[in-house]
T-cell receptor, first 110, second 111 residues
Framework: NAGVTQTPKFQVLKTGQSMTLQCAQD?????MYWYRQDPGMGLRLIYY???????DKGEVPNGYNVSRLNKREFSLRLESAAPSQTSVYFC?????????FGSGTRLTVV | QKEVEQDPGPLSVPEGAIVSLNCTYS??????FMWYRQYSRKGPELLMY????GNKEDGRFTAQVDKSSKYISLFIRDSQPSDSATYLC???????????FGQGTRLTINP
């Protein structure tokens, strides 16, 4: 039972490069989320998808795009990475009874 | 002002002590309250889940919600070094969708 799987676990990017963070869940959850976690800032919602085919902005969406590929997969894309996007990114899924989180992606933009 | 306020600590207590962790909130529509535990370099994991006001107990953990004061607490009895982690409160108005998280309290239990 894998739960929520995120790839990659670590990544270093140069300013201006692009990349996609992948997330997949095997719990048949309808809702999926992307958060970033920074020291002193807690977890901040970037984008979420309440159900397959829908996506909405969260608290800090600037510089990011998302795709809900199907019910299982929800990807986060950085089109032109900036040092301010250095963070730990968490994907989560839910069916209404609390979130299940992935193990995170540590991203450094230099 | 943040919707959910949580003292980031750090909090350090001796093994066996009773630990009290707290959050306050401003949105009176919140009805679903959760506590997550996050070990270093791991994702948060759901620890306690409560609806509306009252207490919920699970082993050494007790969650309390006081909606009249907009205040929630997590108590850990007989604390163990393995309880050392960051604890995050989270809450929502509607069926655990779009949770709002507190900043997290970093807790260390000293043997």
């Amino acid at each position: 039972n894998a739960g929520v799987t995120q790839t990659p676990k670590f990544q270093v990017l140069k300013t201006g490069q692009s990349m996609t963070l992948q997330c997949a869940q095997d719990m048949n959850h309808n809702s999926m989320y992307w958060y970033r976690q920074d020291p002193g800032m807690g977890l901040r919602l970037i984008y979420y998808s309440a159900s397959e085919g829908t996506t909405d902005k969260g608290e800090v969406p600037n510089g990011y795009n998302v795709s809900r590929l199907n019910k299982r997969e929800f990807s986060l894309r950085l089109e032109s990475a900036a040092p301010s996007q250095t963070s730990v990114y968490f994907c989560a899924s839910s069916s209404g009874g609390g979130y299940t989180f992935g193990s995170g992606t540590r991203l450094t933009v230099v | 002002q943040k919707e959910v306020e949580q003292d980031p600590g750090p909090l350090s207590v001796p093994e066996g002590a009773i630990v009290s962790l707290n959050c306050t909130y401003s949105n009176s529509a919140f009805q679903y309250f959760m506590w997550y535990r996050q070990y270093s370099r791991k994702g948060p994991e759901l620890l306690m889940y409560t609806y509306s006001s009252g207490n919920k107990e699970d082993g050494r953990f007790t969650a309390q919600v006081d909606k009249s004061s907009k205040y929630i607490s997590l108590f850990i009895r007989d604390s163990q070094p393995s309880d050392s982690a960051t604890y995050l409160c989270a809450m929502s108005a509607n069926g655990a969708q779009k949770l709002v998280f507190g900043q997290g309290t970093r807790l260390t239990i000293n043997p």
